[in-house]
């Protein structure tokens, strides 16, 4: 029979994780809308493993009305968030009522509103015209031809590249708000200067507001996936114009170093509440131990402790990349 303890950390916060600590968004809340990878691509780097539903369909994967009542409790605690990003498990686009959401949202906060998206349904002016309504949109854009999409990406059947980039012109051309697009660098797959060209091609049709260079620092859905280093990142950078700019994080304090507050114990209550939030976060992001203590206010001690208490009951597992260790749910 489970204790009181597990049953909390079974009821698990259904739509909102974090705030996690992002390079490109301080700290952030994130808001999951569409089930776990239900998405409309398949990326050989995705963190959360590979896609298990392929879908351009747009419904309502989750009933809005409970994802904003979440987050009135949510803001009704002290929320302390530079953004409220909808992002999460899958493609958030696919959601049906993302426009309605974020004129939900923004009826209850002033906190400004990102969406991660990858970009490919921004083709649909009802996509675009939901995205118009948040405050900063991060799609992404990892090849500049379709051989190349293919192998990266691997997208539904009916998503081609230029559909991809004709849609962010598309919503460049209609969107007051800032666009900053990732482009994702996959050693051998996009990083000749045959490659490199074609992707800034595309950056000066979209216009983006700003051009962040990523790679894989974290676990990721394929084997083999290396990271570039921080150098060879910045010489791509240098070739993608003056907007771009490196957001992978290669400091060893980011992901490991060691944070000296709130190590004394907490009552089993906040201990459970802890590790629900906790819980929460690693279904959508694995995380460092330091990533956790940042994003949740933790202690080092408190944090491993919900930790091994979790890997206990089997519910989060471990993976080294790179030297460091990222905690996820299984």
Same mark, same amino acid.
Request: glycine content about 8%; hydrophobic content about 35%.
């Given at each position: 029979?489970?204790?009181?303890?597990?049953?909390?950390?079974?009821?698990?916060?259904? /739509?909102?994780? !974090?705030?996690?600590?992002?390079?490109?968004?301080? @700290?952030?809340?994130?808001?999951?809308?569409?089930?776990?990878?239900?998405?409309?691509?398949?990326?050989?780097?995705? +963190?959360? *493993?590979r896609t298990t539903e392929k879908s351009i369909e747009?419904?309502?994967? %989750?009933?809005?009305?409970?994802?904003?009542?979440?987050?009135?409790? @949510?803001?009704?605690?002290?929320? +302390?968030?530079?953004?409220?990003?909808i992002s999460g498990s899958g493609e958030p686009t696919? /959601?049906?009522?993302?426009?309605?959401?974020?004129?939900?949202?923004?009826?209850?906060?002033?906190?400004?509103?990102?969406?991660?998206?990858?970009?490919?349904?921004?083709?649909?002016?009802?996509?675009?015209?939901?995205? $118009?309504?948040?405050?900063? =949109?991060?799609?992404?854009?990892?090849?500049?031809?379709?051989?190349?999409?293919?192998?990266?990406?691997?997208?539904?059947?009916?998503?081609?590249?230029?559909?991809?980039?004709?849609?962010?012109?598309?919503?460049?051309?209609?969107?007051?708000?800032?666009?900053?697009?990732?482009?994702?660098? %996959?050693?051998?797959?996009?990083?000749?200067?045959?490659?490199?060209?074609?992707? @800034?091609?595309?950056?000066?049709?979209? @216009?983006?507001?700003?051009?962040?260079?990523?790679?894989?620092?974290?676990?990721?859905?394929?084997?083999?996936?290396?990271?570039?280093?921080?150098?060879?990142?910045?010489?791509?950078?240098? +070739?993608? !114009?003056?907007?771009?700019?490196?957001?992978?994080?290669?400091?060893?304090?980011?992901?490991?170093?060691?944070?000296?507050?709130?190590?004394? !114990?907490?009552?089993?209550? =906040?201990?459970?509440?802890?590790?629900?939030?906790?819980?929460s976060m690693l279904k959508r992001r694995p995380c460092?131990?330091?990533?956790?203590?940042?994003?949740?206010?933790? *202690? /080092?001690?408190? $944090?491993?402790?919900?930790?091994? /208490?979790?890997?206990?009951?089997?519910? %989060?597992?471990?993976?080294?990349?790179?030297?460091?260790?990222?905690?996820?749910?299984?």
């Amino acid at each position: 029979m489970r204790s009181y303890e597990d049953k909390e950390i079974a009821k698990e916060k259904k /739509h909102l994780y !974090g705030p996690v600590l992002s390079r490109r968004l301080g @700290r952030s809340l994130g808001v999951d809308i569409v089930p776990f990878k239900v998405c409309t691509l398949d990326c050989v780097y995705c +963190q959360l *493993g590979r896609t298990t539903e392929k879908s351009i369909e747009r419904k309502e994967y %989750v009933p809005i009305e409970a994802v904003l009542a979440e987050l009135k409790d @949510r803001l009704s605690e002290g929320l +302390q968030a530079d953004f409220i990003t909808i992002s999460g498990s899958g493609e958030p686009t696919l /959601h049906s009522r993302l426009g309605e959401l974020i004129c939900g949202i923004k009826k209850i906060t002033e906190v400004p509103i990102a969406i991660l998206t990858n970009g490919t349904l921004l083709y649909r002016q009802d996509v675009r015209a939901d995205c $118009a309504k948040a405050d900063v =949109v991060l799609p992404s854009l990892d090849a500049g031809d379709q051989q190349t999409f293919q192998k990266i990406n691997r997208p539904h059947r009916d998503i081609s590249i230029e559909k991809q980039i004709s849609g962010l012109c598309a919503f460049k051309d209609e969107f007051g708000g800032q666009i900053w697009l990732e482009v994702f660098v %996959v050693e051998g797959l996009n990083t000749e200067a045959e490659q490199i060209a074609k992707i @800034r091609a595309a950056i000066e049709r979209i @216009r983006p507001d700003k051009v962040q260079l990523n790679t894989a620092v974290r676990p990721t859905a394929e084997m083999g996936i290396k990271r570039l280093s921080e150098e060879s990142l910045q010489d791509i950078a240098s +070739q993608l !114009g003056e907007k771009c700019e490196v957001v992978a994080e290669f400091s060893p304090a980011h992901y490991g170093g060691h944070i000296d507050k709130g190590e004394g !114990g907490a009552e089993p209550s =906040v201990m459970s509440d802890r590790m629900e939030t906790l819980l929460s976060m690693l279904k959508r992001r694995p995380c460092s131990l330091n990533e956790i203590c940042t994003g949740l206010g933790m *202690g /080092h001690n408190e $944090a491993l402790k919900c930790i091994s /208490h979790l890997q206990l009951k089997g519910v %989060v597992g471990s993976e080294e990349k790179d030297g460091v260790i990222f905690f996820k749910a299984r």
